[in-house]
DNA sequence: AAACAATAAATTGTCTGACAATTAAACAAA
DNA sequence: TTTGTTTAATTGTCAGACAATTTATTGTTT
């Protein structure tokens, strides 16, 4: 007989097991820096094999959760996570989720803007001079001759990112990378002239100007010609492959 | 002799196998739906175990990168990631991050306050029937009586879900779910007096009206409060503690 | 006693081979 | 046609072994 429906088991017991141990971390039974038991313990008290173990726990440790180490006092232990594997986890996650699913590049942009804007008065307010520096730098590479298209976006990158790290608040630097990294591939696909990279270069001037004045109004304007620029140039590269094709 | 630098062997076989798989989704190499090899094959061709090659698909599938799938014409698909699973990863990353690392509460308010404040104009423009319709049910659950602590928090939640989702951005409504939900935990240890939840619910209120209306700027002025107060109850509670203690 | 070298032990990493479970497709029977 | 049955491919799990790594211990030399 044994109709025994203890748990759903739809789901493989390797999965079941690491969403028992992340459970138990999310809700801080296991606390940063314990030491779980060994795999073969784990494996007696699961009551499964080593093995099945293992694949629950290297899933966990996709997700840096957990860190493992061999020898004696080795083990899996649960993993402080930083701020930069959480920014790795992050953009992943915001890349293949734009590159898989065709948004509508407007919505990229828009959601771009919108909140880097909403950075612009706390930039403007707290900005340091390692952040204006770091601005100024990227400008002058935008403006070499010699970069490629790859190597200009990768600038632009680094130039919003000082900008949003000018705000001072680690959380919103973490928020901001994910909207301004993941639309890099997008950015990618877009041929600049030389024309263009001045424009650009120019703005982020008047934008670099603007926070180093503390005129957060200034700043804003500069933004809003920015997004206009950005959608212009992907509306040119749309109508350029609409001819070609 | 062999000194066969080939590639720096610092990570196990599995990691670097997961590596080059999940290198060549991101790069475009291997599309969404497509079929991976087999373990077997995949096992022959990167000339390790098959207990290894698995171990590299258990980290790729805590990703959501892929899918498996058993019997003939099983195997593992790249995955098309989800909105759903790509936020379920940025709650889990961002709750983490932050109940981990001891982050000033102040800079999560800040974060979350700044960003939803940013989504507030496009709120009022597009709001729809269907978002006012849950930012008011939520409201009359927050006035109820019999509402536990967190059953509050959790409405709180819905409530401020639903105005960044009338701003009707896909990509913003991602990215904020982040900044909200990971904030829970905190407010989840903040004890509400029963006048706490009543001017919370009217600020609520007075904000849905400001979106209902289409007025940004009043609608901003009320999150400001809400802002205020927010940090208010967290400094009494920070008190409450230091006297006990 | 101190410094250094060899050894042992615990733990993760990998391999091998086997069997169970699942499922689509081919086949057979009503 | 429909319905069951078999078959084969594939993932899921298991058991046991050995390799690699790293710490602690023990022994040896100075």
């Excluded at 008290?45 to 957990?66: H, P």
Aim: aromatic content about 4%.
């Amino acid at each position: 007989m044994s109709i025994a429906y203890d748990g759903i088991n739809k789901e493989g017991l390797s999965t079941q097991i690491a969403d028992a141990i992340r459970t138990a971390i999310m809700e801080g039974r296991l606390v940063v820096e314990q030491r779980l038991p060994s795999e073969n313990e784990l494996a007696e008290r699961f009551g499964v094999s080593r093995a099945t173990v293992r694949e629950a726990l290297k899933r966990l440790a996709a997700q840096n959760l957990i860190r493992t180490q061999r020898g004696p006092t080795g083990g899996a232990f649960v993993n402080r996570l930083t701020w930069s594997e959480a920014h790795d986890a992050l953009v992943t996650t915001s890349t293949l989720l734009i590159g898989m699913n065709d948004i509508p590049f407007e919505d990229v942009v828009e959601a771009r803007f919108t909140l880097e804007a909403a950075c612009l008065p706390l930039a403007a307010a707290r900005r340091e001079d390692k952040h204006l520096e770091v601005m100024r730098q990227e400008i002058a590479q935008q403006r070499m001759k010699d970069v490629s298209d790859e190597d200009f976006c990768a600038s632009d990158v680094r130039f919003h990112r000082a900008l949003a790290d000018a705000a001072d608040n680690p959380v919103l630097s973490f928020q901001m990378a994910g909207v301004i990294e993941s639309m890099q591939p997008l950015m990618n696909m877009i041929t600049y002239r030389m024309r263009d990279r001045t424009r650009i270069a120019a703005l982020h001037d008047a934008l670099a100007d603007a926070v180093d004045a503390k005129k957060a109004r200034a700043a804003l304007k500069v933004l809003n010609e920015l997004s206009s620029y950005t959608l212009e140039l992907m509306a040119a590269r749309r109508n350029a492959r609409a001819t070609t094709a």
